[in-house]
C-alpha cells in the first residue's frame, strides 16, 4: 500500500508574471538556486527544458543550507512539464533525494499567474506517494523550500528592476 498527499502554497509576487516565468520556467532559475541554496545544477539530458534531466548537488558546509541532512547527496530530476503559454511548469524526482526515503512519487509543480501589470502570484505544490512502511518520512515533506526560492526571485527581480509592463 502507498500513502498519497500533496501540500501546497502561494504567495504574491511584485514582479510581472513573465518575468518571474523568465526564472521558474527555465534553467537560469539556477542564478538564484546556485550559489546559495545548490552547489551545481547540471543538465544531463536535454536542453533544459521538457524531457530534460537535472543532477541537483546541494550545499553542503554552510550554516544554511536549502536541504536538509537526509537531502545532501546529489538527486536528479526531470522536468515533465514546462507549459510556457500558462506558465506552469512541473519536476518529478527521478534517482535520489525523497526516493531514497521510501517515496515511489515527489513531483512538484510551479504556476504563475498574473494578477496585474506588476505582480503575480506564484503557487507552488508537492505532490508525493509514500511507500507504508516509510510513512514516518512524510514529515520531512517541506513547502519551506519553495517559499524561500519565491521570496529569493522576487528579491533577484527588484533588484535589478526587471518591472516592464508585461503580463
Known amino acids: 500500500m502507498k ?6 502554497t502561494e504567495m504574491e509576487i511584485q514582479a510581472p ?8 520556467g527555465t534553467v537560469d532559475l539556477t542564478v538564484i538556486t546556485v550559489p546559495k541554496y545548490l552547489a551545481a545544477v547540471d543538465i544531463v539530458e536535454g536542453d533544459g527544458g521538457e524531457g ?6 546541494p550545499l553542503t558546509g554552510t550554516t544554511f543550507t536549502l536541504f ?14 514546462v507549459d510556457n503559454k500558462h506558465m506552469v511548469k512541473e519536476t518529478e524526482i527521478t534517482q535520489g533525494g525523497f526516493l531514497d526515503l521510501g517515496f515511489t512519487l515527489y513531483r512538484i509543480r510551479f504556476e504563475n499567474i498574473p494578477t496585474g501589470k506588476k505582480s503575480c502570484i506564484t503557487r507552488t505544490t508537492i505532490e508525493y506517494e509514500v511507500k507504508d512502511e516509510f510513512v514516518a518520512n512524510l514529515s520531512r515533506v517541506s513547502i519551506l523550500p519553495s ?3 519565491a521570496k529569493d526571485i522576487e528579491a ?8 516592464e509592463d508585461c503580463e
Open 17 to 24: 508574471a513573465r518575468k518571474a516565468w523568465a526564472l521558474y
Open 52 to 57: 530534460s534531466i537535472a543532477k541537483l548537488t
Open 68 to 81: 536538509p541532512l537526509y537531502m545532501r547527496s546529489p538527486f536528479y530530476e526531470k522536468f515533465t512539464k
Open 156 to 163: 533577484y527581480l527588484l533588484a535589478h528592476q526587471e518591472h
Open 147 to 149: 517559499i524561500n526560492i
Open 3 to 8: 500513502t498519497y498527499g500533496s501540500v501546497a
